[in-house]
């Protein structure tokens, strides 16, 4: 016999209970489950088996992080769509983005600099070797998504800097320059709340949560000649992705080497 | 002739050099590259080329994130180290910080339910049909890592929720009772700032940053078994990684097939 089933409203707190509903809604709207439009109040507390002021409260969360808006007599509706960008894949930014609109570069520095030497040691410059700086505030459409700042090897970021930046993927260029194409990338992602000038040049609330990707990006034989540090509206971007479960993880000497501990 | 260096400091507003110095230096935390003081402002000011005000900025918004601590005549000082969590491959958190010390898990619900009918066809259940739920705040030492809501389809379900959960990963759990691996898991992560019941919960302060998870993982064979909904903690947790570039990503009916784009 199995066990008496319980509603999800049993003995939990009612913020708890928020937070559960909150979180299945949120990927609903992520998955285009509403047209524009949410379900009133009372469609949601039938459905998900709590109290409308449990309703109340999740979608006071999902407003908060700007994911819809609320009005009176005009009810719930999803105040923007999010943009799915890959960690499956190497991609550029204009590349994941094709067939949602135009990604266009507001670009706020290109130029020689004396990198830091943390840089320098990651991109493998001599010290006091130079290297070129891209800054650009990236578009799709009018809407800010992301902020991003670029340490290229100066051999292919001299060349870069002389491109068309407005329109294009740094990576892109980098493969028309080097010849070939990209190897891989090392990137850590971050969730951190974004400073006052980081939001309004991002056109966003202070504070709002941003996704940080620092990502250092090798050519195919190993050389690493692209470390960038991508600061992604967390309101606006939801990064997505596969993983398979590594075999043979758990006995032999290998064990867990495919995995990061640092 | 190569085009004459500009120092970082040249025409770039302080706001803009202070972001550039702190991505730098979150980095070289995280590689623990200092013992535990940081370097002193006038050190880090030579090694950046900029001035003792910008540093003092950069060090603000590290101090704002939480990473650091600063005090008169103390100095500056690591507050805590992040652990890394991997995208590479699919494992539990228990798994991914062994090494790191223990990971306990304090139950907060493990019950039948009636899920939301989103959650039932994300599991492939009937409708009415019910599923298990669990909810875990988890622990390194005494450190709140994450808050996880697990919902598990029943017949795997009932059987995790009689076994110790305080000090398993539920992949184990299921692993064990399914009598064979799991197979792989879409997920799809997000930036959003702790609301106070969930910044209360998991000992951060509010409109801190989280990485919010959802994991919906699979058996070998291809059966949907466990969905997640995890907030980690973005002050302690960096999601670490390696991309390929995809062969013949631009041409062919294919292109762009790994990649996600809803």
Chains 1, 2 share one sequence.
């Not at 850590?188 to 709340?193: D, H, K």
């Not at 980081?198 to 941003?210: D, V």
Request: hydrophobic share 40%; proline share 7%; charged share 30%.
């Amino acid at each position: 016999m199995s066990p008496e089933p319980v509603p999800l409203r049993a003995p939990v707190r009612r913020a708890d209970r928020a937070r559960q509903v909150a979180d299945v809604l949120r990927q609903q709207i992520h998955a285009n489950a509403f047209e524009r439009a949410l379900p009133s109040e009372q469609e949601l507390a039938a459905e998900f088996a709590v109290s409308r002021n449990t309703v109340r409260d999740a979608l006071a969360l999902l407003k908060d992080e700007g994911l819809i808006e609320r009005a009176p007599k005009i009810g719930t509706h999803v105040a923007q769509r999010k943009y799915d960008h890959g960690l499956d894949a190497l991609l550029g930014l204009k590349e994941t983005l094709r067939g949602h609109g135009e990604v266009r570069n507001e670009v706020r520095a290109a130029r020689r600099v004396l990198p830091p030497p943390a840089v320098a040691r990651r991109l493998c410059l001599e010290p006091g070797e130079q290297a070129v700086y891209v800054e650009r505030l990236r578009y799709l459409g009018d809407l800010p998504l992301s902020l991003d700042l670029t340490y290229l090897v100066p051999d292919i970021g001299d060349e870069v800097i002389t491109r068309d930046l407005e329109s294009n993927d740094v990576f892109a260029l980098i493969e028309q320059i080097s010849g070939g194409p990209l190897g891989s990338a090392d990137l850590a992602l971050e969730a951190i709340t974004a400073d006052a000038h980081s939001a309004m040049t991002l056109q966003m609330p202070e504070g709002g949560a941003l996704l940080l990707l620092e990502r250092l990006t090798r050519l195919e034989d190993g050389r690493p000649v692209d470390l960038e540090y991508i600061r992604m509206r967390g309101d606006r971007i939801t990064m997505r992705g596969s993983l398979i479960r590594p075999p043979e993880r758990a006995e032999g000497p290998d064990a867990g080497t495919d995995w990061r501990l640092t």
